[in-house]
């Protein structure tokens, strides 16, 4: 069996910006790189399932989900904006996806407790989100988005609104937690800077397809 995911031949884009991926993502987190408007976020929405391929295949663990509905994918994501609940707190928020499939509340918190602790919150449960730095509020928006165990997690330029310094250092401690649990993980962005403190696996957008930059 092939883990991972397989992008084969998949095209993405709209009439004036198109996009052609082959790559097999397993076990490591891969890095795509180009400016704004290049169909970067484009492509990850379609891996998400919330735009749909234009051409070409998707397949998770040998499975086509090209077609497949977003719920039925097992793909997580996290966005430029975190997009937290500010109604809920800390922990409301990491619990949110798992009590709507049905998990108990119970297992919901223990869980939601054991990531946020991983992501450097422990003690930060029943705050408001309004209360947190950006940093700490993408750290909240990871913990919920692996909460449901994905298979593959998406990273939409998630600290592109913070400052360059904190930027370069949350993204390697991020990346550095992904590994230590075995994520698949792809992770688009501008900065090369980040590029490079987070992976060697590095592909660039470059006329309408994907070449690997070299490290």
Not at 105 to 120: D, M, N, R, S
Not at 165 to 185: G, M
């Amino acid at each position: 069996m092939n883990q991972g995911i397989e992008l084969r031949e998949l095209r993405v884009g709209y009439e004036s910006t198109l996009l052609t991926v082959n790559m097999h993502l397993r076990d490591e987190i891969t890095v795509i790189l180009g400016p704004s408007g290049c169909g970067k976020s484009t492509l990850l929405s379609t891996i998400l399932g919330s735009v749909p391929a234009l051409g070409g295949s998707l397949v998770l663990n040998d499975v086509d989900i090209t077609k497949a509905p977003i719920h039925e994918r097992r793909i997580g994501m996290v966005f430029q904006d975190p997009l937290l609940f500010s109604h809920l707190t800390v922990i409301q928020n990491v619990m949110y996806g798992l009590r709507r499939a049905g998990v108990s509340k119970g297992l919901a918190t223990q869980k939601a407790g054991e990531l946020l602790e991983w992501v450097g919150l422990q003690g930060f449960q029943s705050r408001s989100v309004q209360e947190l730095s950006g940093g700490q509020a993408q750290r909240v928006a990871l913990a919920r988005a692996l909460a449901p165990e994905p298979a593959v997690l998406l990273l939409d330029e998630p600290y592109s609104a913070l400052d360059s310094q904190l930027r370069t250092r949350l993204a390697t401690e991020v990346a550095e937690l992904l590994r230590s649990r075995n994520v698949v993980a792809l992770h688009v962005t501008h900065d090369e800077l980040e590029a490079r403190s987070i992976t060697s696996e590095i592909f660039r957008v470059d006329h309408a397809s994907l070449s690997r930059v070299a490290t």
